[in-house]
């Protein structure tokens, strides 16, 4: 049984989700050619701890940054490192929160200048298959309804779904019951109920599924070396329709970013 949150922990959660979602932005308004991932890393910590929360990744489990920072075929936990970016990459950047007692958890991937169509597809897709996961997150629904929805919408553009990792209940906790995989059948899983906060993110693979841990025990990489996305948000399971406590307008409403 999963307790859903009271109101007071919601509006708690959701000051961390608005701390990540404008971190999120400013690391999104300095990705470009030629930067590198260990400078994002720092504007991000600068800005976390410049709002009083703390990088709740760093440390985490020996996590070694604020943030995961995954570039081209790295899907999730990317180290920042003095690889610079180049034009047509595509950075993942997971970015977590810990204020007030709470967490915050969403993370966003960053076209490189220009990308090739395939690539502006499969960025699209994949946040475009977190909100149809969200549409899903209501009360009375199950956890495989979320994947189902971000599964199939996924697979019909010819993407996969990678099946390692999964989204996940937030709280005091970074990671919370329930599970929130990106694939599964309609109507099983844990039930939803309102009040419940979990967050959604797909990770979706440009060619197979097949993904492999590196050496560093860390960086998850596709088998095939193709691209991957990975969008999140965190979200209030609610009667009717989910409410969004994280969100990407920080990133996506600035001119300077091109989209
Ligand atoms: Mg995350
Ligand atoms: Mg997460």
């Known amino acids: ?8 922990e919601i509006e708690l959660l959701r000051e961390n989700a608005i701390i990540v979602s404008k ?11 030629g ?17 009083g929360a703390i990088p709740s990744f760093l440390g985490f489990e020996g996590f070694p940054a604020a943030l995961c920072m995954s570039v081209n075929d790295v899907v999730v936990h990317g180290f920042p490192s003095d690889y610079v970016l180049k034009e047509g990459d595509v950075v993942s950047v997971d970015c977590g929160t810990l204020y007030k007692g709470y967490n915050g958890d969403s993370a966003y991937t960053f076209p490189v200048g220009e990308v090739d169509a395939e690539t502006r597809k499969l960025l699209d897709v994949t946040k475009a298959s977190l909100y ?4 899903a997150a209501v009360a009375g629904n199950r956890v495989g309804d979320i994947g189902y929805a971000v599964q199939t919408y996924a697979e019909s553009f010819g993407f996969s779904v990678v099946r390692e990792l999964e989204g ?10 329930p599970g929130v995989p990106n694939f599964g059948h309609k ?11 979990i967050c959604i993110e797909p990770m979706i693979n440009a060619g197979g599924r097949g993904v492999y841990l590196a050496r560093n025990g ?16 965190t979200v209030v399971v609610r009667k009717g ?19």
Do not use: C
């Open 1 to 8: 049984m999963v307790r859903p949150k009271t109101e007071e």
């Open 187 to 197: 109507g099983k899983g844990t039930k939803l109920v309102d009040g419940m906060v």
């Open 218 to 233: 860390w960086a998850v990489h596709t088998q095939d070396h193709k691209k991957s996305a990975h969008y999140e948000l």
């Open 241 to 259: 329709k989910a409410e969004q406590l994280s969100t990407f307008d920080f990133i996506e409403k600035d001119g300077a970013i091109r989209f």
């Open 132 to 135: 149809k996961g969200i549409e």
């Open 168 to 177: 996940h209940g937030l709280g005091k906790e970074m990671h919370e019951q």
């Open 23 to 33: 971190t999120l932005a400013e690391v999104g308004r300095r990705v470009a050619p």
């Open 35 to 51: 930067v590198t991932t260990k400078e994002l890393n720092r504007v991000a910590e600068d800005f976390i701890r410049d709002h």
